[in-house]
């Protein structure tokens, strides 16, 4: 079995057919995706009927080829047909639909079911040189790629009415291939990215039973762990102690001090596209922890010698690598002076301000409201919301900072 025919057996194949001269081909691609082990869904548009029939398709399928979003109305089919697929393929894919899949309307069944897809999507357009050229549809393209979407042509070469140019259909083993690449490579705009995250408040022993420790829940820095791993990157989770569930993919390394947590950071750093810190760090430890308990005595005052601990993102940001570097900054007063100043003198390439003496900001509550201040001198202000979607904003300023180094579509990024 080729390398395609491994990636698709088992898997099940959503493929869209819309209403272009090239449609027939659709009719071989499900016959070679049937092949190489996969079940397949064609699902037909009302003018991809006009140049093909539905028997065809379910006939090589094997399954009902549904084309109207009015029929069993009551099994909600357009959710159902985008939840049962591993990876969805629209081939033929004219400019019409790459208009409706980049603005996500949803007036025929292809199109819903496209609105409800949450699996890779292959798209593999087929038009005219002068539609694919025109920059209505390559801003669509260039909306889609974005997106995540993954386009495979169009090529040169014979096209309807006797033209030749840009805008055949790909190859059948090129569409194969690229839904095989698909169903195999992780997803979303930070795919192929690697993130360390810190999280939690760090505990420095006094004894081996008490510690100096701080109010830091943890929140903030495991929903950014989930929204990077929700947008494809991969996540080393450097986690102080915390009660929270840590996201599913995230590869977690538990830490307690302050040096643990910095040894855990230098660990995961090397190939790392950047560092979010979002932890805790106590600023000073007892010099000289005790091994056992520490006894009570008399009543008489107890005094702790402290000593500094080393300022973990100050040191990344004195070594920055090429790396992106996002702090925090927990203060409660004269935040933005504060912000600004850490931004400075650790290089950080972006600080989230926020207070901590707020009731519902900060420390341990859900909710989080924060200024982004930039080493360009950009401000932006988020008003009280959810850390999760604080996490959005940060990961989408994040998304700005990294070097471009997009995830190879097979079309222009620019219109030509
Ligand atoms: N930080 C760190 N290592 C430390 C202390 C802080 O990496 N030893 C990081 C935190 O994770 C955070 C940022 O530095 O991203 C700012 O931490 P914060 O506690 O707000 O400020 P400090 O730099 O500790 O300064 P101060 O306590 O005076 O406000």
Same mark, same amino acid.
């Given at each position: 079995?080729? $390398?395609?025919?491994?990636?698709? #057996? ?10 272009? +001269? ?19 869904? !064609? ?32 099994? %909600?089919?357009?959710?159902?047909? !985008?939840? &049962? ?7 033929? #894919? ?11 309307? #949803? ?10 897809? *949450?699996?890779?999507?292959?798209? =593999? ?23 995540? %979407? ?5 090529? $040169? ?8 140019? &840009?805008?055949?259909?790909? $190859? $059948? =083993?090129? +569409?194969?291939? /690229? ?39 943890? @929140? ?53 596209? /950047?560092? +979010? @810190?979002?932890? !805790? ?9 005790? !091994? ?17 601990? %080393?300022? +973990? ?6 070594? @920055?690598?090429?790396? %992106? ?32 003496? =707020? ?23 988020? /008003?009280? *919301?959810?850390?999760?979607?604080? /996490? ?21 990024? &620019?219109?030509?």
């Amino acid at each position: 079995m080729d $390398e395609a025919g491994g990636a698709l #057996a088992g898997r099940h194949v959503l493929l869209g057919v819309t209403g272009g +001269i090239a449609a027939y081909k659709a009719a071989a691609l499900a016959r070679a995706l049937r092949r190489a082990g996969a079940s397949v869904q !064609a699902v037909l548009t009302p003018s991809a009927e006009r140049f093909v029939g539905t028997a065809t398709f379910e006939g090589l399928t094997g399954r009902p080829v549904p084309t109207d979003v009015f029929t069993d109305v009551h099994e %909600v089919p357009h959710v159902a047909l !985008a939840r &049962e697929a591993d990876v969805a393929v629209v081939a033929p #894919a004219t400019a019409n639909v790459l208009a409706k899949l980049a603005s996500g309307l #949803a007036d025929d069944l292809l199109s819903s079911v496209a609105a409800c897809l *949450t699996c890779p999507l292959v798209v =593999a357009p087929a038009m005219h040189t002068e539609m694919w050229r025109h920059p209505a549809t390559q801003a669509n393209v260039a909306t889609l790629v974005d997106r995540g %979407v993954r386009f495979v042509g169009p090529d $040169e070469g014979e096209l309807a009415g006797g033209d030749v140019g &840009e805008g055949r259909l790909a $190859e $059948e =083993a090129e +569409i194969l291939a /690229a839904v095989a690449a698909a169903l195999a490579a992780p997803t979303g705009r930070l795919a192929g990215r690697r993130v360390v995250v810190t999280a939690g408040g760090t505990r420095e022993p006094v004894d081996a039973v008490r510690y100096l420790g701080n109010r830091s829940s943890g @929140k903030m820095g495991y929903a950014l762990a989930a929204e990077l791993l929700a947008r494809g990157a991969e996540v080393d989770l450097v986690s102080a102690p915390t009660a929270l569930a840590p996201p599913p993919g995230a590869r977690v390394h538990a830490v307690e001090t302050a040096e643990e947590m910095r040894a855990a950071v230098h660990a995961v750093l090397t190939g790392a596209d /950047a560092v +979010i @810190k979002a932890a !805790a760090v106590a600023d000073w430890r007892p010099v000289s922890p005790v !091994a056992g308990k520490r006894k009570k005595g008399e009543d008489a005052p107890v005094s702790l010698e402290l000593e500094p601990t %080393v300022d +973990i993102l100050a040191e990344l940001g004195a070594a @920055k690598g090429g790396r %992106v570097l996002v702090g925090f900054a927990a203060e409660t007063d004269d935040e933005e002076a504060h912000g600004r100043a850490k931004l400075a003198a650790k290089g950080l390439d972006l600080v989230v301000v926020n207070r901590v003496d =707020a009731p519902d900001a900060g420390f341990g509550v859900d909710t989080n409201r924060a200024v982004l201040l930039d080493a360009g001198g950009g401000r932006e202000e988020v /008003a009280l *919301t959810s850390k999760a979607r604080l /996490a959005a904003v940060v990961c989408d300023r994040l998304e700005g900072l990294l070097p471009a180094d997009p995830p190879t579509p097979t079309v222009p990024q &620019e219109p030509r």
